[in-house]
């Protein structure tokens, strides 16, 4: 069946892009979004009060992620950004059911799974929370392309409340990261996907771990370059003056702090109850 070609010539490109994850994870795509297209006005939204999603029920998260998207459509968004593995991985086609074809929506699996179907041709490693890896999202998108692909998934729940909390570069960290990689089903990888928006915050350590022997997937520079293929075809791309706004379910000192190491000081985080 042929897909029908969407329309956006309702959109302008003075408009926003809207971003969401369940905390500071989606920071490093949007600030490669920034980095990739400087001149786009940004809306973040962090869902701070039910983090992780990756140890939440399907049903939980299908609720977030379709109250999240509704409010980043009332923002009068030209795009949605789902920033969240877990999010895609579980509430991807409820977020597509709501937004009706009004705007585009990029999330971080896809653009991740067809890029590498096409590069490598041997094992690949993807290390992502429980709700991610329960239900092989990424072994499903990768093969679909590429059927010959080995896909081993790895649930690695502890990354993420560590990181939300701050232990970057902590001994508690690192021992947690020995413990994940050195695990036998990573054992024969030569590609790593990191599956979780949140991990590229540990990327240095992870590195440390593998040194040259694995490749490592960016996946915020594959899902900014989507966006922007989107955007540039549809005539979408911001010609005005950028500006960024930054939303939380509940506010906490350590997104507060983590998110400004991420994005600068110019982060001004607004309390948006869901």
């Known amino acids: 069946m042929k897909k029908k070609k ?13 971003i969401f994850d369940s905390g500071v ?8 979004i920034k980095r990739r297209l400087p001149n786009e006005r940004i809306i973040y939204f962090g869902d701070t009060k039910h983090l992780p999603y990756g140890e939440k029920s399907k ?3 299908i609720g977030y992620c379709t109250k999240i998207a509704q409010f980043l459509l009332d923002k009068n968004c030209k795009a949605i950004v789902i920033a969240c593995n877990s999010a ?6 409820e ?38 890896v329960a239900s092989g999202i990424y072994r499903k998108s990768i093969r679909k392309h590429n059927k010959y692909i080995k896909v081993e998934e790895l649930a690695t729940p502890l990354l993420v409340p560590a990181i939300e909390e701050g232990l970057r570069n902590h001994p508690i960290t690192h021992s947690i990261i020995y413990h994940y990689l050195s695990n036998k089903k990573l054992k024969d990888i030569e590609t790593l996907i990191l599956g979780c928006t949140h991990y590229p915050l540990l990327l240095e350590e992870i590195k440390q771990y593998y040194g040259t022997r694995v490749r490592i997937i960016d996946s915020p520079t594959i899902v ?3 966006l922007a293929q989107v955007l540039e075809k549809n005539n979408l791309l911001n010609k005005e003056m950028p500006y960024y706004q930054f939303f939380v ?18 982060i001004q985080l607004e309390l948006q109850e869901l």
């Open 95 to 132: 977020v597509i059911a709501l937004v009706d074809g009004r705007v585009p929506v990029i999330d971080v699996i896809h653009p991740v799974a067809e890029k590498i179907a096409f590069e490598i041709h041997t094992t690949v490693g993807v290390i992502a929370t429980k709700a991610t």
């Open 6 to 18: 969407q329309d956006y010539s309702h959109l302008e490109a003075h408009q926003p892009i809207g």
């Open 88 to 93: 895609t991985a579980n509430a991807l086609k």
């Open 59 to 61: 049903e939980a998260i």
């Open 249 to 266: 379910s509940d506010v906490t000192k350590n997104f507060e702090k983590i998110s400004r190491k991420i994005f600068g000081n110019q």
């Open 25 to 32: 994870g989606g920071l490093t795509v949007a600030k490669e």
């Open 224 to 226: 900014a370059n989507e």
